[in-house]
T-cell receptor
């Protein structure tokens, strides 16, 4: 089975721009969670989607949003980028009934200049 | 919400020694405690997990213990090898509800010196 994939792997943007990141879960996984990883704050939960519905959200501003499609693929969008948004964005997928066993993708490294 | 504290932030051991990483959590409803290993430039990978209905779990050189009363859990690695060098993250979650999310500790950089 193919693992979780994320595109693009690297991205450079400037302040004020917006960005869209994509995550394809493992086949059969319907839950997708997104995390922001930075050296200072570690791994922080952004949001979780299940069956195209956002079920849970972390403590991030409204500039961070996401969605999930009927094939379980998910996208996250960050608008009006700030320097502090530079981070590794990881998504993780899990089976419907095994929400606790999450498998991570390789991440998208976002650099905001 | 849940808060997870992880110690130490860095740990250096000699090959063959044991390594112990400790985490505490705040939410008594948390019932699932995974540990992830992240090598430099790679994705976090689940190495072991424990649920609140057991106190200890072992998988070869890796073991995890859980003390629900004290709200802390620990990762034990025995006979460490250089390939064990990585950042280790603990996490906690309540897997029973619909508001499921993993709350991570800040990570421990483990260095195993040959």
């Amino acid at each position: 089975k193919a693992g979780v994939t994320q595109t693009p792997r690297y991205l450079i943007k400037t302040r004020g721009q917006q960005v869209t990141l994509s995550c394809s879960p493992i086949s059969g996984h319907r839950s997708v969670s997104w995390y922001q990883q930075t050296p200072g704050q570690g791994l922080q939960f952004l949001f979780e989607y299940f069956s195209e519905t956002q079920r849970n959200k972390g403590n991030f501003p409204g500039r961070f949003s996401g969605r999930q499609f009927s094939n379980s693929r998910s996208e996250m969008n960050v608008s009006t980028l700030e320097l502090g948004d530079s981070a590794l964005y990881l998504c993780a997928s899990s089976l419907e009934l095994r929400l606790d066993e999450q498998f991570f993708g390789p991440g998208t490294r976002l650099t905001v200049l | 919400g849940e808060n997870v504290e992880q110690h130490p932030s860095t740990l250096s051991v000699q090959e063959g020694d044991s390594a112990v990483i400790k985490c505490t959590y705040s939410d008594s409803a948390s019932n699932y405690f995974p540990w992830y290993k992240q090598e430099l430039g790679k994705r976090p990978q689940l190495i072991i997990d424990i649920r609140s209905n057991v106190g200890e779990k072992k998988d070869q050189r890796i073991a995890v213990t859980l003390n629900k009363t004290a709200k802390h859990f620990s990762l034990h690695i025995t006979e460490t090898q250089p390939e064990d060098s990585a950042v280790y993250f603990c996490a906690a979650a309540n897997s029973g509800g619909s508001n499921y999310k993993l709350t991570f500790g800040k990570g421990t950089l483990l260095t195993v010196n040959p």
